[in-house]
């Protein structure tokens, strides 16, 4: 991408915006895949924190080149379930 395309990046942030509300690969990775894999639920929490960090990038870009305002996005209640499927992670291990 060149430095001129902005406008690109900004649809293309747009795109990923709706493409994890859509889809939901949040909740994939902090819920539904860890359930089935105990044994990679670690990889998969990780990524679902990736997920949040690279699409709250996104998303400041978007704003800032867009619509030239603060980001409506909030991470800190998807980083509170990451957070929790930790803790209930944890207890499940120690269970067994």
């Not at 509300?21 to 949040?26: A, K, L, R, S, Y």
């Not at 994939?28 to 895949?33: C, G, K, R, T, W």
């Not at 800032?64 to 509170?80: G, I, V, Y």
């Amino acid at each position: 991408m060149a430095l001129g395309d902005a406008g690109g990046a900004a649809r293309g942030a747009a795109r990923l915006h709706e493409c994890i509300v859509n889809v939901g690969w949040i909740e994939a990775f902090a819920v539904f895949l860890p359930s089935l894999d105990i044994e990679r639920a670690e990889y998969y929490l990780r990524e679902a924190e990736a997920v949040i960090k690279y699409f709250t990038i996104d998303q400041l870009f978007y704003n800032l080149l867009e619509t030239h305002e603060k980001p409506r996005w909030d991470p800190n209640p998807w980083r509170q379930l990451i957070n929790n499927c930790r803790r209930a992670l944890s207890e499940a291990k120690r269970a067994l």
